[in-house]
């Protein structure tokens, strides 16, 4: 498969972004969380991206309504938006010939709901780290915060998956860093969740440098936290929290992504609120 002709096909079906790993850059990945075990005959990895509008932020940015990003940045974008792009591509590898399997972005926490069939195989659900995937693709990385971030959008994007028996060129792992470990988002979560403890993790050969986070925390959160759609006790969606916004606006203004706008994303004092809900003054 061209690799240019299939991104050509993605940008007529409105992805904003796209990048493709070879199944040999998953060795080491256990059967219960590997794209074999779903598609033994997959040759690439396919990571399918569309990005959060950044007035979908603007509600929750200024305190004053929710569900908007609730909708538009979340919900919708995952389960019809993203899912219709998904597909077409699906549907464009499969009219070349080429077995196609869609998957959606659902948390690795969620525990296997069955038993294996066969001695040897996992249980069903197997479930793939989408962002680990979009590392391996060459989309992008994990920031500081432990947030995806791309050099097109920073945090504002939700990704989707598709495994196929096309053999494709894969696509080069990025090597310029998006984070520049400001560390914004430590000293602004009003819950202490982002941790002063730090880890370095490396994924094919892509090293990060990620803060420790307390996610019980991050699920107490009343600053723009949103609970897993797919599963409660999976890490809580934090694209529109403060931290990530927070983290937004650093990028913004340090020029370190390539969307950028005419007016700057954080233009009042910032609010902040407690597990409880009562107001953090400054």
């Known amino acids: ?57 603007r509600g929750i940015e200024e305190g004053t309504q929710f569900s908007l990003y609730s909708i538009y940045g979340y919900h919708w974008l995952n389960n019809r938006i993203l899912a219709l792009t998904t597909f077409k591509i699906c549907e464009f590898l499969e009219d070349n010939g ?96 982002i941790g002063e403890k730090e880890k370095e993790i490396e994924i094919c050969g892509k090293k990060m440098i990620i803060a420790e986070i307390d996610y019980e925390k991050c699920k107490k959160c009343k600053n723009g936290v949103v609970p897993n759609m797919y599963y409660e006790n999976g890490k809580p969606d934090r694209i529109a929290a403060l931290c990530s916004r927070t983290c937004l606006s650093h990028l913004e203004e340090k020029r370190r992504i390539k969307n950028m706008f005419n007016k700057k994303f954080r233009k009042r004092p910032v609010w902040k609120i407690d597990k409880t809900g009562e107001i953090i003054e400054e």
Do not use: W
Request: aromatic letters at 6%.
């Open 98 to 193: 080429y077995e196609a399997v869609p998957l959606p972005d659902i948390p690795c926490e969620v525990p296997p709901m069955g038993i294996p069939v066969k001695k040897g195989k996992p249980a069903p659900n197997v479930l793939i780290d989408i962002e680990d995937a979009a590392i391996r693709a060459g989309i992008g990385e994990i920031g500081y915060c432990g947030i995806f971030l791309t050099e097109e959008f920073g945090p504002r994007q939700r990704f989707q998956i598709i495994l196929t028996d096309a053999e494709i060129e894969p696509d080069p792992i990025k090597e310029e860093n998006v984070c520049d470990l400001c560390k914004e988002c430590l000293k602004i979560c009003p819950l202490g969740a």
């Open 1 to 57: 498969m061209d690799k240019e002709k299939l991104k050509g096909f993605a940008k007529e079906v409105k992805a904003d972004l796209i990048g493709v790993a070879s199944i040999d850059r998953f060795k080491g990945i256990g059967p219960q969380n590997h794209p074999e075990s779903i598609f033994p005959e997959v040759k690439s990895v396919i990571v399918v991206g569309k990005r959060v509008t950044r007035g979908a932020l």
